[in-house]
T-cell receptor
């Protein structure tokens, strides 16, 4: 089955710097989503990019999607200590039923 | 505020007992909810899709008799871990979408940390 997979990265950056993380997947998708998880909590949806979109912005977030390479990136600009969390990409397993396959996740630590 | 409520947030139980976890959609009806399991520092593993008024759909490798799912109403799904063993200790998370057929973003509960002693 297809699966979003991030490069196994743990980022540690200074506040104000940008954080970039990547995700790759294996099969065709309808859309790709990024979620954030604070330690011991549920996930919070950040942004959804459809397969016919190449780039999308939401506040300090910028997501790119390259369907030819089956990859996506999430950029957080001007990071804040509150951005410290794990970030997961997720792809739809089948169109229209919300069954999502999550990648391994990137742990980001923003040092004040 | 939270749109999906999960209860309890943590539970400790003895080996051999059963534990029920509830997942409620607070301000929308959810014909479908999803249950995941997450090990420390790992990703979410989809366990099953909970379907209102019908049987749950389990992912490959997930024991349906071990993890009983009931979705009796449009706002409530429950996951019961039966005859729990220490290896069932994990973080269980539910999610629900507001609907539509275009994979609209999911809303997640805050998870339940299960510890089986």
């Amino acid at each position: 089955s297809q699966q979003g997979e991030e490069d196994p990265q743990a980022l540690s950056i200074q506040e104000g710097e940008n954080a970039t993380m990547n995700c790759s997947y294996k099969t065709s998708i309808n859309n790709l989503q990024w979620y954030r998880q604070n330690s011991g909590r549920g996930l919070v949806h950040l942004i959804l990019i459809r397969s016919n979109e190449r780039e999308k912005h939401s506040g300090r977030l910028r997501v790119t999607l390259d369907t030819s390479k089956k990859s996506s990136s999430l950029l957080i600009t001007a990071s804040r200590a509150a951005d410290t969390a794990s970030y997961f990409c997720a792809t739809d397993v089948h169109y229209g039923n919300n069954r999502l396959a999550f990648g391994k996740g990137n742990q980001v630590v923003v040092i004040p | 505020g939270a749109v999906v409520s999960q209860h309890p947030s943590w539970v400790i139980c003895k080996s051999g007992t059963s534990v029920k976890i509830e997942c409620r959609s607070l301000d929308f009806q959810a014909t479908t909810m999803f249950w995941y399991r997450q090990f420390p520092k790992q990703s979410l593993m989809l366990m099953a899709t909970s379907n209102e008024g019908s049987k749950a759909t389990y992912e490959q490798g997930v024991e349906k008799d071990k993890f009983l799912i009931n979705h009796a109403s449009l706002t409530l799904s429950t996951l019961t871990v039966t005859s729990a063993h220490p290896e069932d200790s994990s973080f269980y998370i539910c999610s629900a979408g507001r609907g539509g057929t275009d994979n609209s973003p999911l809303h997640f509960g805050n998870g339940t940390r299960l510890t089986v002693t």
